[in-house]
């Protein structure tokens, strides 16, 4: 009987701590913008494209094809993201709150639903969001 409770409880203890998305969840586009009273840049991605929209001094929108290799580092970098608590990450800065940075947001969108991050400077995203952010604006670099 104590092996019983001993096997569910180790079974409890697995299904609860899972905090990422349900594997069979599936990723339809990334997004992330930053903005400020003066400008507004958005890049959104999907397993096809690139959509990158600049409004402000610099005003321009740009589109472009990916290939299979950058929207699966996408994909995997993803999955080291606790999606479901997106938005509940904490932001390691707050110059955004006095004009200093632009208020920067990642928002991840499936069939079903889109789990967005509370807002962070553009720029210092929170640890957790770095590298997927800094893999989509490398993409982005690449359109023309």
């Known amino acids: 009987m104590k ?5 569910l409880g180790i079974i409890t203890m697995n ?3 899972q905090k ?9 586009e990334f997004k992330y913008e930053a ?6 840049y958005t890049c959104l991605i999907n397993e096809n494209d690139i959509d990158v929209i600049s409004k402000g001094i610099s ?12 929207w699966s580092s996408l994909i995997n970098l993803s999955k080291t993201i606790d999606v479901l608590n997106l938005e509940n990450l904490i932001a390691p800065s707050n110059n955004s709150h006095t004009d200093r940075a632009r208020i920067a947001t ?3 969108i499936t069939p079903d639903s889109f789990f967005i991050s509370k807002p962070f400077d553009e720029g210092n995203p929170p640890s ?3 590298s997927l952010i800094n893999n989509m604006l490398t993409i982005a670099k690449t359109v023309d």
Do not use: A, D, Y
């Open 20 to 28: 990422s998305m349900p594997n069979k969840t599936i990723i339809t």
């Open 3 to 7: 092996i019983v409770f001993l096997l």
């Open 106 to 108: 990642l928002t991840i």
């Open 59 to 70: 005003e321009f929108q740009k589109s472009k094809s990916i290939n299979n290799e950058q």
């Open 35 to 40: 903005s400020t009273r003066g400008s507004n």
């Open 128 to 130: 957790q969001l770095t």
């Open 15 to 17: 299904t609860c701590g």
